[in-house]
Structure formats: C-alpha cells, structure tokens
C-alpha cells in the first residue's frame, strides 16, 4: 500500500474532525472543516447519509488514528500487536504512536506537522542523543534527546514552527529548549493527557473481530 499523495484536508473532512495534518493552516479560518462545515467529500449535500454498520464505525476510527500519525497500515498493524501484550491495549497503542521520532519532532514544536517533522527526519536535520538519525519510526526511549543538527538549513523554519507551538502550549511528556531547539522525552503520556478525540476501544475491536 502506497503513502497517500491527495488533499490532507478531504482527510479531515471525511473524519469530520480536525486531524491537524496541514500545519498552521489547522489553527486558522482557511482549515477546511471550518470553511466547509458538514461537507463530505464523495457525497452530495442534500443526499442522506447511509448509517454505517458498526463495522464501519470501527473502521473510520481506526483510519484516522492511523492516517493522524501518519503511519500506513502494516505498520499500524505491527504497533497494535505489540500493544495487545500490554494490559491496556488502547493506552500503549498510543504510547507507541507518541513515541516515534517524527511525532516527537512534532510534539516539540520543530516541525508545523507531523509530515513536514517526518521529512526533516528523513531528510538528516535532527539528532537522537547526539547521533544522526533519519528513519522517522525510530522509537525513542525516555530520557533520549532530540537536537537540530548544527548548521541546519532549516533552522529558521524549525525556530518560527517552535515559537508558533509554544504559543499555543508544548505538552507535558517532553521538556524543550526553544534557545538551542533541543529537547527531551521526559516520559510516556498517559491517555488522559491526550487531548485526542480518538475512540481507541473501536480501533482495539477492529482488530480483535
């Protein structure tokens, strides 16, 4: 299965919700779900909409939890098989998600999205404990740090991205120093402190039927 090259925005718009894949355009007017409220993409306006079976409730959740991480669905499919041996499923299918490096990226504030965090990854911009590291599904450990690497060219855009995250607030699980754009994985977040609205229950029986 290929990565999908389309519209972010149709995504959202099809989850009716914001899923925050275009960056700054998210917290702004232009964001498409609010220009054009109750408007889904593949379906006439005035047509009444099909109630979807509870498999299909199952399966909307669980694409867009995985298209808001960004991860294709053999990927995602290994995570939930590595979070189905812990005792909450739902809470380390999360916890495993929150911890791949271009997430981290992302949730530091260094990058406007999780797509544009995961090209600075690939792309060599950023440090794992001092070390060079461009696979963005690198999972990172508490107590790791992630650092711009010196000299980078995109230092200027990784500042603005930061200045305009910290505005709105850096969550609590990673510690940043906006001065040297470095910063730590202090530790795994908790589902409570995920202010997602994400059903995880629906993804953990999508995979269970």
């Not at 079976?53 to 053999?74: H, I």
């Not at 490096?101 to 794992?128: E, I, P």
Request: charged content about 30%; proline content about 4%; overall charge positive.
């Amino acid at each position: 299965m290929a990565r999908y090259r389309g519209p972010a925005c149709k995504i959202c718009r099809r989850a009716k919700e914001k899923l925050f894949l275009k960056g700054e355009r998210c917290y702004t007017v232009k964001c498409s779900i609010e220009a054009r409220p109750g408007i889904i993409p593949g379906f006439q306006p005035t047509r009444r909409l099909k109630k979807l079976s509870n498999y299909g409730v199952q399966l909307l959740e669980k694409q867009k939890m995985r298209k808001m991480y960004g991860v294709l669905e053999k990927q995602f499919r290994k995570y939930y098989d590595m979070a189905k041996k812990h005792p909450v499923t739902g809470e380390a299918l999360f916890q495993i998600l929150e911890s791949r490096l271009d997430n981290l990226v992302f949730r530091m504030g260094f990058g406007a999205s999780r797509a544009q965090a995961r090209q600075f990854v690939k792309h060599g911009h950023f440090l794992l404990n001092g070390k060079k590291a461009s696979i963005p599904s690198i999972m990172v450990k508490p107590g790791d740090v992630i650092s711009l690497k010196e000299g980078s060219k995109v230092s200027k855009k990784v500042q603005g991205n930061y200045v305009n995250a910290a505005s709105r607030g850096i969550p609590s699980w990673v510690k940043v120093d906006g001065t040297k754009l470095e910063g730590s994985y202090t530790n795994m977040p908790s589902r409570d402190s995920l202010e997602l609205d994400i059903q995880e229950n629906l993804v953990v029986e999508y995979y269970s039927r």
